[in-house]
Each structure stands twice: as C-alpha cells, then as structure tokens.
C-alpha cells in the first residue's frame, strides 16, 4: 500500500530523512497530514521560495527544516493531540526563520563574506519578517521585541566564537532564529522552551563533530575543534589521535542526549524521541572503527 507520504501533494520526503520519516509516520500517523498544511501555508505566504525549496538540491535542508526541527516545535506546543489556530501558521514561519538562521549562518561562519551571501542573508531576513508579521496580524499578536534580541543574540555568539568555544549547554545561542516561533507565536512554557533548546544542543553537537574540518579551515572554535587542540596542539591527525578524539565526541554526545532526557521523558514526543534515537544510533557509530584488520 503506498502511504500517504508518496501522495501528499506538493510534498514527499526525500532521500535524507526518508528513513526516519517513515518511523515516524508509524508512530505518529497524521504527521503527513500536518505536513502537507504547513507546506500548503508556506506556498502561500511565498509560493517563490517553496518553488525554489522543491529543487532537489534544495530538499534536504527542506526536509531538515519540516521535519527534524519542525515537528517538535508543533509536539512541544501540544500537537497532534491540541491543535490550536495558530499551529500551522506558526510551524510556517518557523520555517522562514530557519531559512534566516541558514543564511545568516553562512554569513557569520566565514571571516570575509561575499557580496552574494550577504544579500541572500538580508532577503531572508525581510522573509521571515514579513511572514512573521504577517502571522502575527491574522492572529492578533504584536510584534515581540525578542525577536530582535534573538537574532542579535546568535551574531554575538558568532563573534565570540572564533575566539572561545560555546558550552556543550549553550549551543543553542548559535541557532537562536530557531527559538522565534516557539517563543513568541506559540508561546512555549519555560520547560518546553528548555526541551527545544536542549534538542538544539544535540544537533548542533552533532553537526559540530562531522564538521570538524571545515570549522578548522573557518578558525571556528566549536567544541570538537578544542577537544583536538587539548589531545594534540600541533593538530597531527594521528591515528591514535583521532581515535580518542571519536571517543570524546561520543561521550560529549551521549551527555548533550543525557541532558536532553533529564528535562523530559521523551516518551511524551514520539517525533522528538525517534529524531534523539537517531543522535544516540550516530553518537554510538563514533569510534576507533577505523582501523585496518589484523591480517591472520
């Protein structure tokens, strides 16, 4: 039987979270549904860019942004089983705001950017500005001050970055567009907002550790960037090196998932439980498994 997934219209998940997505249609069997509605709700507010996001090169950031950090905004705020008026509309311009974290991202990592990246930052940022006016006005909400302070808040640490390491608890501060929804649409409780925040250490960890060379090559100082510098200054690669440089990252991993499990039983979001399971799956596939065998 094909699932609804292969015939949602305007909408299929693509190979990056094809997998996962299909566990979490089992667990959750209306996520397809909510899915299609937010992506109905982005195609209005900007049928441009949805069309541009529909490129294949383009539909693993889409599917990260609908799916691995969407979906538990809308499983924090009470979905599916309270669905407000606003959830769809919300989810939508969480989705602008990811775009906006993307390309201002791309513009804080590198020291010189280009003139392209700083346009493509700023049209974002008119974006997700005008969408979430937009929401704010069909709903009536005002305009949240925070908003600002959010986006200022990720270009500090940006700065700071390059010369000292976030936090493992802190990485959050370098993804805070992600946070703009929740907070003032939806209007997350305290410990939802820290669910999220914790979820967002997870993944940024996660991102940092594969991303270790290219944070090297940007001067960025993540975590995994130090963690090397502490194993070996003159920054060798060894062999013996990497090795327990994959053994940290999977016990700095499995400690941002830890901190996540304290603040809730994830039983209660399916949707966030299996994205967590998959980090837990990828902190364990870190180590010295490299290594050539032994010949008998």
């Known amino acids: 039987m094909t699932s609804f997934s292969q015939t949602v219209r305007g909408w299929a998940p693509g190979a990056d979270v094809e997998e996962v997505w299909h566990v979490i249609e089992q667990r959750v069997p209306r ?3 909510f899915i299609q509605a937010v992506c109905e709700r982005i195609r209005l507010f900007d049928g441009e860019l949805w069309a541009a996001m529909q490129e294949p090169s383009n539909q693993a950031r889409r599917d990260s942004y609908l799916v691995r950090y969407g979906l538990p905004v809308a499983e924090l705020a009470g979905w599916p089983g309270q669905v407000t008026d606003i959830l769809v509309d919300a989810l939508a311009a969480h989705f602008f705001w990811s775009m906006c974290w993307r390309k201002m991202d791309d513009v804080l990592d590198v020291p010189q950017p280009s003139a392209d990246a700083i346009a493509a930052m700023a049209t974002a940022v008119c974006r ?5 006016t937009l929401v704010c006005e069909r709903h009536g909400l005002p305009w949240a001050d925070n908003v600002v302070g959010l986006l200022e808040s990720l270009c500090a640490t940006a700065a700071a970055e390059r010369r000292e390491c976030v936090p493992r608890d802190q990485i959050w501060r370098r993804a805070t567009p992600f946070l703009i929804a929740g907070r003032t649409l939806l209007r997350l409780g305290d410990e939802q907002d820290a669910i999220f925040r914790a979820y967002i250490n ?3 960890l996660s991102h940092d550790i594969h991303d270790l060379l290219g944070d090297v090559r940007l001067g960025i100082r993540s975590l995994p960037s130090r963690w090397f510098d502490e194993l070996d200054h003159d920054r ?7 090795d327990r440089w994959f053994l940290r990252g999977r016990s700095e991993l499995h400690g941002a998932i830890a901190d996540l499990r304290q603040l809730a039983a994830l039983g209660r979001y399916p949707v966030l439980d299996v994205l967590v399971q998959r980090h837990s799956e990828a ?4 180590g010295p498994h490299s290594r050539p065998k032994t010949a008998k």
């Open 31 to 33: 996520a397809g549904d």
């Open 128 to 132: 997700a500005s005008r969408v979430h």
């Open 202 to 204: 997870v993944d940024g």
């Open 236 to 242: 060798a690669f060894r062999r013996d090196i990497v």
């Open 283 to 286: 902190a364990e596939s870190l």
